[in-house]
């Protein structure tokens, strides 16, 4: 029976220094990092200013020290080579695509993993023996000693289900893979080495203690008890334990319980006496899935000021004790983003990360320039993206230019081509990923701050482990090699080394054993405490619960909870014990392990955020000054639009057309509306120049007819391919031409039952006069009719509406503009409506009988038109006048001719800040 110390024992024999041949084992790194900082607390009391580190160390790093020995000794010849963890994985994946159960399955790398863990939990637990001999027989190999054929009965035959034998197989499949190829894998670690500890090169210590331990496996147990048989003395030792002030607080829902745990952190650091070392701790159940709320939450609290710019790199007075994955740290992000630039395609927005990244070549110094390419690229690109596709576009003279960024694309581009295809070995891969990356400029010019130099050593560690892959992966494409690069990434939990902080946030199994003065354990709701059951499903539940597995079984994962919790109340002197009272609409009740506590209220002081206290500091200057300086010169750019802005909303005129903002959109698929309008556009504008009259029109044969708008359309697209060419490529470029002829030939039938007309004017650009401004204008067209009478138009493939013409600040004033500031003797205006199914003009005649399709200005009284033609006229050059005047004069109100409803796909709502002063959009029109 081993020996039991006390924890304050094992310290002082600790002191005695290596020489004293003590080992102390923790079950995980964290406690042994605790242990190994009480420690040096203890020395430092002592009045020590240096002393020997103590042996402390967790399991695994423990098992792995002696097969290092045992590497070094005499016999290491035939001692098999260890597996990284991503090489188990790929051996696992090899395994399972070879197999017949595995032809049947979806996700390879997901089950390969679960099987990785049964694996692993067969051998910890001592399952293996069972599951091998009643799948396999009695010719089973399991590299175990024979007394284990007791174990096997009929029942753990009955006990084996379909998933069970595949797993069975699977795993027979894997051990003969590592046997074939000289490797064993970290789970059959403990019983290979068990049989070697007589090696004289095994640094065996004369005491060994387990610290701490809640539930030792049997692998571990059957280890200690051959290292006691080679002389090794083993003990236990249980940490330190005291009486805690538990109190039960109930909290709203899981914000709140955060929020309130991250002001009583503060409050127990700030009451702290100076150079008191104050140790608390926060424990969180699901601490994986909270953790980045977590963290955000007490950043916000405890140091509100590191959300300042200027405090970039602060250092946080809390540690969370589960890192995260690398592949999520922005640095690795980006260099991965880098390789999948050099693939096959990548979605835009993931592109736009990169043209933004500081972590590429002169990323600091080109930051305006590449953030204003971005911009514009949003227009012209796809929303998938080739690497040669984004090289020329950065190469153009007509977006703004980033000539290094150009540069490192086009050297990236050629490299691609060079290296980046064909089957290769993963060193190959990761010397090829390395090269890739230095001709991007990875990781960029500035210099990088702690957080980011660790980062970009453990990158350097990940693609080091991922160049090992060749000892045990066949030859693999691009496509395989990053997604192998990627999950070895994702699943490398990285966590920059700090000195000791006094507040630890950690997770349930991290807290064990560890020692506070004030203990926060957050989440006990009914539903998280204790854990549901997590049984493996690939070995049986029977078996795992007659092994005492935790977690296997809802009996098991309780009893669990219990020692934990029962852990808690020795763990600190003050504990508090919290749970949300509800999740979205669902009330939650306390974990019945803690329901029994009172429920007591906490006083907390209030602690504002970075962005209260910014406005907490405000000192309000309101100036009522709707004005910007008026307009130097006629000139203004925008054209119609200028009108149409300035009809809509003052502030939104001054902010497009003088201000020069704009929105930044996202590339999207084939055409829009607005493409596909002026495709037709230009279509119709051809076969008019071609045309010119009825008379020709009418005499046009079928044929012939059907060959010009063929052209027409061709050179549309064409046109449009210029800044889009992915988009019209192909036989979407045939659909669409298609698509245009039909279109333009039903509008020119719809045509031909006019009287005759003549079109004088097509797609024509005019320079017009407009109250203080000089406008730029296109007219769509002009017709002149055999008496003499012209017809302004404008193409409309939507469904426009003549009230969109009338009265005060019209919503489409283009028409109205075209009339009074250049064909000032037109007798009518018209929508013409190119849609399939409805082709008709909309418009507004001096007169019935003009256009078909258009009302005389005697209808459309009740849409508020004038009583007569020349008082419409009067009216729209008063009004366009006046709307020009206040654009001009920099009248800039903040004032939707429609309220909420005209601010519908403006970009520049964060720059009026509407919602400020009307509201929120209803849900409905925000969606």
Request: charge should be neutral.
């Amino acid at each position: 029976m081993a020996a039991e110390l006390d924890q304050t024992d094992l310290l002082v024999r600790l002191a005695a220094g290596r020489d004293a041949g003590i080992t102390v084992l923790t079950p995980n790194r964290r406690l042994a990092q605790s242990l190994a900082a009480e420690f040096g607390r203890r020395q430092v009391a002592r009045g020590l200013a240096s002393w020997e580190a103590p042996d402390i160390l967790p399991w695994p790093a423990f098992v792995e020290r002696l097969y290092e020995d045992a590497r070094d000794g005499d016999e290491a010849r035939d001692l098999p080579l260890l597996l990284g963890v991503e090489e188990e994985h790929t051996l696992w994946e090899e395994v399972l695509r070879k197999s017949q159960a595995g032809n049947a399955l979806l996700a390879v790398p997901e089950t390969a993993a679960l099987a990785r863990e049964a694996w692993q939990l067969a051998h910890a637990w001592r399952l293996w023996r069972p599951l091998a001999h009643a799948g396999l027989g009695e010719d089973a190999r399991t590299d175990i000693n024979e007394d284990a054929r007791a174990d096997i009965n009929e029942d753990a035959r009955a006990d084996l289900n379909e998933d069970a034998r595949v797993f069975i197989d699977w795993a027979e499949r894997y051990r003969r893979a590592t046997a074939r190829i000289g490797r064993t894998d970290a789970a059959r670690l403990p019983e290979l080495l068990a049989r070697r500890l007589g090696d004289a090169a095994l640094r065996k210590p004369r005491l060994l203690v387990r610290y701490a331990f809640e539930q030792a496996t049997p692998q571990q147990d059957a280890f200690l008890a051959a290292l006691a048989a080679q002389g090794s003395e083993i003990a236990v030792c249980a940490p330190a334990r005291g009486e805690a002030r538990a109190t039960r607080l109930a909290c709203l829902d899981a914000r709140d319980e955060m929020r309130r745990a991250a002001l009583w952190a503060r409050a127990r650091l700030e009451a702290a006496p100076p150079g008191g070392g104050a140790r608390i701790g926060v424990v969180l159940p699901d601490l994986a899935q909270q953790r980045d709320a977590l963290r955000r939450v007490f950043a916000q609290i405890l140091a509100p000021a590191a959300d300042d710019p200027r405090a970039a790199g602060a250092r946080l007075p809390f540690n969370v004790s589960l890192g995260e994955p690398l592949a999520a740290c922005p640095l690795v992000a980006h260099a991965l983003l880098v390789l999948e630039l050099c693939g096959r395609e990548i979605e835009f927005e993931r592109a736009s990360r990169l043209l933004r990244s500081p972590f590429i070549a002169q990323g600091e110094a080109e930051m305006p320039e590449r953030a204003r390419l971005d911009a514009a690229l949003r227009r012209r690109a796809e929303p998938l993206l080739t690497l040669d596709r984004l090289a020329l576009l950065a190469a153009r003279d007509d977006l703004p230019r980033c000539p290094a960024l150009a540069r490192r694309l086009a050297a990236l581009a050629a490299f691609r081509k060079e290296r980046l295809f064909g089957a290769r070995s993963a060193r190959a891969w990761g010397e090829a990923f390395g090269e890739a990356l230095a001709l991007a400029g990875f990781p960029g010019e500035r210099e990088l701050d702690s957080t980011e130099y660790q980062t970009l050593k453990k990158w350097h560690a990940t693609l080091a482990q991922f160049a090992l892959l060749e000892r045990v992966a066949p030859r693999m494409g691009f496509g395989d090699a990053l997604a192998r690069l990627r999950r070895i990434a994702a699943a490398t939990l990285f966590q920059p080394e700090t000195p000791e902080l006094p507040i630890q946030l950690l997770g349930v199994l991290e807290a064990a054993g560890m020692r506070f003065e004030h203990l926060w354990v957050m989440g006990l709701s009914d539903e998280a405490w204790p854990m549901r059951a997590q049984a493996n499903p690939l070995i049986p539940i029977r078996l795992q619960r007659a092994a005492g597995v935790p977690n296997a079984s809802p009996a098991a994962g309780l009893e669990f909870a219990r020692r934990l919790t029962a852990g808690w109340f020795g763990a600190a002197g003050e504990l508090v014990l919290s749970h949300p009272q509800r999740e979205g609409d669902r009330a939650l009740a306390p974990s019945p392990l803690i329901a029994q506590i009172a429920e007591a209220a906490l006083d907390l002081p209030d602690h504002a955020g970075w962005r209260a206290a910014i406005h907490g500091a405000r000192r309000i200057e309101r100036i009522a000054e709707a004005r910007a300086p008026a307009r130097a010169g006629a000139a203004a750019r925008g054209g119609a639009a200028l009108v149409k802005d300035q009809a809509a909303c003052a502030f939104r005129a001054l902010a497009i057309h003088r201000l020069g903002a704009e929105g930044v959109g996202a590339p999207h698929s084939g055409l829009d509306a607005l493409e596909r309008g002026t495709l037709v556009h230009r279509v119709l504008a051809s076969a008019w120049r071609e045309l010119k009259t009825k008379w020709t029109l009418d005499d046009t044969p079928a044929l012939a007819l059907d060959a010009l708008l063929a052209r027409a359309a061709k050179e549309a697209i064409d046109w449009q391919r210029r800044d889009r060419p992915g988009t019209l490529a192909g036989r979407f470029a045939q659909i669409e031409q298609q698509r245009l002829v039909r279109l333009a030939r039903g509008w020119l039938d719809h045509e031909r039952a006019r009287a005759d007309f003549t079109v004088i004017a097509t797609e024509e650009q005019r320079e017009l006069a407009l109250g203080p401004l000089a406008l730029n204008l296109r007219l769509d067209r002009v017709d002149e009719t055999a008496a003499g009478e012209r017809i302004v138009i404008d193409y409309k493939t939507g469904r426009p509406a003549l009230a969109s013409v009338l009265g005060e600040r019209p919503d489409e004033p283009q028409l109205p503009l075209y009339l009074v500031a250049g064909e000032t003797g037109a007798a009518a205006l018209a929508f013409a409506q190119v849609s399939a199914g409805a082709m008709k003009f909309v418009g507004l005649a001096r007169e019935d009988g003009l256009l078909e399709g258009a009302k005389s200005i005697a209808q459309a009284l009740r849409l508020g038109a004038a009583p007569s033609w020349d008082e419409q006229l009067a009216f729209w050059r008063a009004e366009l006048e006046r709307l020009a005047a206040r654009f001009a004069a920099g009248h800039a109100e903040v004032d939707p001719k429609r309220g909420l409803h005209t601010c519908r796909g403006c970009d520049l709502q964060p720059f009026c800040r509407i919602h400020e002063r009307i509201g929120p959009l209803p849900e409905e029109e925000d969606a």
